[in-house]
């Protein structure tokens, strides 16, 4: 069903007013999803169109794309789309700032705790004792990664731990804003054993501290990199302190499409979204952005990788994760992270008239507003 744009806000301005707990029937379910299909074609296009401009290219296995220098594509993210994924690490339940692209935006305050010198591995509790007893019975993962939320407001609990994982041979990489890291702590952190960090440059709208620490970072750490949702500010910034930020010989930039949850979509409102797969919902422009970046990365020649984490790669992430587990042929993780899909986020979209669908027809019997649907 190609449906046409303004069928498709018709429902859609329907299916905004219906009450939560009301759910719609088999045929609107159609007209939902053939909207969907339109939209993410439509942007799909789009970004073919931005990707067929970048001269240098590059994918993976087809599971993600990337420009610049292939020795310093992150081994981070090798392992969770070749390995067994990313082994997430927990320890901290505090930041020092607020982002409105957090998926805990606004609920930073009630974020419980994971316990007085505990650590959370694979949705367990352990204690740092009881890490030797993990490695001695599980398989080895090909990497892990210390998340949740800001680190540094705790870094000095990180350093036996990441020992121990060092001493297991396990690639190990740590997410930071920066703004609290010194050259004391990291240097410790790289003593410790950490093989890469990645700093959120986009939390701190590229503050020039967080630029600095970069450069430190690069002193004694393997592999040094920026991973941001991309968004308009960021990009606007980061080209204002492009060559600030290129000389402190930063490894990677991932740029990572934004996904909305119910924490931090009302932060986007009125933006033009566009669903995935029936999944994560986005801001159109996000991958837009990043391609664009990537361009000119690639016509610049920088010295460092960059790569397109979009809503693909992060697909492609779960298959690899679920094959890796042994799970059933086709089984994924990926999907909505709204309990009830947010209608109204797509009226934008589809009241825009800058917004094409690239076909469309006219709806069937018993599918036009004002018909009784079965």
Known sequence: MKISKK????????????????????????????TFAQIE???????????????????????????????????????CLFGTGLSAIRKTNKCNIQCKFCYNYGELDYIPPIGEGMWQIGETKFYEKDIDLLLSIHKKPTGISYVYLEPFMEIEKYYSVVKKFRDANIHQHLYTNGLLATEETL?????????????????????????????????????????????????????EKKQAILDTKVDFINCAELHLNENNIDNYYGENMYISRHGYISPTWSRELTLKFMKIADEEGWDLAVHDCSNHTKFARDLNLSSKEGKWFGASSYGCEFSKIPYEVFLPILRDDNFKFLVEEELPSGYRPGELVF
């Open 187 to 239: 240097k410790a952190l790289a003593e410790a054993g950490l093989d890469e960090i990645r700093f959120n440059l986009g939390a701190s709208n590229c503050s020039d501290k967080v630029i600095e620490n970069i450069k430190i970072a690069k002193k004694y750490f393997k592999s040094v990199g920026i991973e941001t949702p991309m968004t308009p500010e960021f990009f606007e910034t980061f080209f």
């Open 41 to 79: 074609a439509a942007i799909d296009h789009r970004n073919e169109m931005l990707m067929s401009e970048i001269k240098n290219f590059k994918t993976l296995g087809n599971r993600t794309y990337y420009v610049g220098n292939d020795n310093k594509f992150s081994k981070g993210c090798s392992s």
């Open 7 to 34: 069928d498709a806000l018709s429902w859609f301005e329907f299916f905004a007013m219906l009450p939560e707990d009301e759910e719609p029937m088999t045929k609107q379910q159609e007209i939902i999803y053939a």
